[in-house]
């Protein structure tokens, strides 16, 4: 199966696990005020997720004068890539690692760490570069950010069910569409928001390994972010990021420590079956 096909399919799971857990807490009204609230913050989550990320993050904007070598090779892959180029920033940070946010490839933004700067080979931050630039590309980051909305708001459904159950609010009305007895609706509010997590959790790492493959499209090798990746992971493991764990999924390698079951509800896929695939790609892969 295909990965834009895959995270189709995903993503209509997400959004109708919403609706179900919607009617589960309020019948057909609480259908019907699932469906607004998915359409309301996927509108916030368009317009303003770059802000957000950027913000929360401590990038900086950095301009061509600041930062001239990072801005001549975004540039130069933006036009490899046919993008327009993005916003530059730079993270104040040690701990190696990037990202790309924008809800388009014209509002779109990179921003790099210092510790990425010093720790990489200029041909392997082409390499993540160009990987970040594969997220603007494949609309990527309004994918995860549509993702990362509708598993909230099942969160927050998820947690009004639960009061809503406790206090003996569960409704029966079969003409509106029939919410479930008070234990359907406390086993729909316990186990959405897992199966929610779980779902985000697969588009993220869809979306990686595609990517991954775009980005070794653009500078016509796979090696040299392979050789990047297998650094970060090692630097990651040693000095992990503190970020929002609701940002994880954003950066290009996973900037919280994720050792034993962990590994299991990462937002990243592993990085040696990334660097294995990426080993793998053919000539004509990369054309």
């Known amino acids: 199966m295909g990965n834009s096909f895959k995270t189709f399919i995903l993503l209509a799971g997400l959004t109708a696990l919403l609706l179900l857990i919607g ?13 607004m609230m ?29 930062a001239p070598e990072l801005h001549q090779m975004v540039e130069r892959l933006s036009l490899q890539a046919g993008l327009p180029k993005p916003r530059v920033y730079i993270i104040p940070q040690d701990t190696p690692n990037a990202f790309a946010t924008g809800r388009n490839p014209e509002h779109a933004a990179v921003a790099v760490t ?3 700067l010093r720790i990489l080979r200029p041909e392997e931050l082409e390499g993540v570069l160009a990987h970040e630039l594969g997220h603007v590309r494949n609309r990527d980051i309004l994918i995860s950010s549509v993702a990362a909305v509708i598993a909230g708001a099942i969160s927050y459904l998820a947690t009004m069910a639960q009061w809503g159950a406790f206090l003996g609010m569960g409704r029966r009305d079969d003409d509106e569409g029939g919410g479930g007895n008070m ?9 959405a928001p897992i199966a929610a997590m779980l779902i ?14 775009t980005g070794a499209k653009i500078v016509h090798n796979g090696r040299p972010l392979a050789s990047a990746l297998l650094k970060l992971e090692q630097a990651n493991k040693q000095l992990p990021m503190n970020v929002n764990p609701a940002q994880a999924q954003m950066y290009i390698v996973n900037p ?5 079951l962990t590994r299991l509800f990462s937002t990243h896929p ?5 660097v294995r695939r990426l080993q793998a790609l053919r000539a004509q892969d990369l054309m």
């Open 23 to 35: 009617q589960a807490l309020g019948g057909r009204s609480g259908l019907y005020l699932a469906l």
């Open 38 to 66: 998915g359409i309301v913050m996927n509108g916030v989550g368009y317009w303003f997720s770059d802000k957000i990320a950027l913000a929360m993050s401590g990038a900086k904007a950095v301009s061509a004068q600041e």
């Open 114 to 116: 210092e510790g990425i």
């Open 183 to 191: 234990i359907a609706v406390i086993l729909m509010a316990i186990i």
């Open 200 to 213: 985000q959790m697969a588009i993220s790492r869809s979306r990686e390994f595609q990517a991954d493959a």
């Open 256 to 260: 919280l420590s994720a050792e034993g």
């Open 270 to 274: 592993p990085i040696e079956e990334r």
